[in-house]
C-alpha cells in the first residue's frame, strides 16, 4: 500500500532522488550487520513491533531488520521519492511474509500515520529508524514528530556512515582543501553543517546515547 501524507513532497524534493533511485538500489552498500544489531536489540521482547523507517530510500534498512527482527509485523516506510519507494517495494515484497508494509510518499517532519483499513487502529511504531538520511531533513522537526508518534518507550535510531568531513584519508583531505578553495565563507560553512548536523537538537527526545563502529 502506498499514500501521501499531506501536504505532500514539493517538486524539489520529488525531484532531487528520483534519477538516481536505479542507481542507488543497484550500487549502494547494504547496512552492516553491526550497525543493524543496535536497532534490532531495541524490539527484543517486543510483541508484534513496528517499525518507522524514515528517507527509507530503496528500503535497505527495513529489509535488514526484517531478517534480524523475525516477529517484525508492520513497516512504515517513509520517502519523498516515489521512485524510491518503488524500489523498496521491489526489495521488500519478497521477504514479508505475515509483515504489512505500508509506502508513504512524504517528507519526513511531515509523515502522518494512516490506518491501513478502515476501523483498523494506527500502529504507534516501537522503532523509528533514519539511515544515511537525517542531513536532509529538519531535525527538530523529524524528532518533534517521531514523539508524537511512536509507542511509549520507543527508540529512535539514527545512523549514518560518515562523509567527506569526518572520513579522514587522501582523497578526502583533497576535497576539502578543494571546497576550502573555491567556496565563499558562508557555502562552505552551510555545506559543512548539512553534513555535520548535531543529534541533541532541542526536542522531546532527551537520551541520545552515540557510538561508532566500523562501516
Given at each position: 500500500m502506498t499514500h501521501s501524507s499531506v501536504?505532500?513532497?514539493?517538486?524539489?524534493?520529488?525531484?532531487?532522488?528520483?534519477?538516481?533511485?536505479?542507481?542507488?538500489?543497484?550500487?549502494?552498500?547494504?547496512?552492516?550487520?553491526?550497525?543493524?544489531?543496535?536497532p534490532a536489540d531495541a524490539l527484543r521482547d517486543r510483541l508484534d513491533p513496528v517499525l518507522l523507517d524514515l528517507g527509507t530510500g530503496t528500503g535497505q534498512v527495513p529489509l535488514a531488520l526484517r531478517h534480524a527482527v523475525p516477529g517484525l509485523a508492520h513497516i512504515e516506510a517513509v520517502?519523498?521519492?516515489?521512485q524510491m519507494l518503488d524500489r523498496a517495494r521491489d526489495a521488500l515484497a519478497p521477504v514479508l511474509g505475515r509483515c504489512t508494509l505500508a509506502l508513504v510518499h512524504a517528507a519526513a517532519?511531515?509523515?502522518?500515520?494512516?490506518?491501513?483499513?478502515?476501523?483498523?487502529?494506527?500502529?504507534e511504531p516501537d522503532l523509528v529508524t533514519c539511515c544515511r538520511s537525517y542531513h536532509w531533513m529538519p531535525g527538530p522537526a523529524v524528532l518533534d514528530m517521531a514523539d508524537r508518534v511512536t509507542s511509549p518507550h520507543a527508540a529512535v535510531a539514527i545512523m549514518g556512515d560518515g562523509s567527506l568531513w569526518t572520513h579522514d584519508s587522501e582523497w578526502t583531505r583533497a576535497l576539502r582543501e578543494l571546497i576550502s578553495?573555491?567556496?565563499a565563507d558562508g557555502q562552505r560553512r552551510r555545506t559543512h553543517e548539512r553534513w555535520g548536523i548535531p543529534l541533541a537538537a532541542p526536542s522531546p527526545i532527551t537520551e541520545i546515547p552515540a557510538g561508532g563502529i566500523e562501516w
Open positions: 501536504p505532500a513532497p514539493s517538486p524539489d524534493q520529488e525531484s532531487l532522488f528520483a534519477a538516481v533511485a536505479d542507481d542507488y538500489a543497484r550500487y549502494r552498500p547494504g547496512v552492516p550487520e553491526a550497525a543493524v544489531r543496535l520517502d519523498v521519492s516515489r517532519d511531515k509523515y502522518r500515520p494512516l490506518a491501513p483499513q478502515s476501523g483498523t487502529a494506527v500502529p578553495l573555491r567556496c
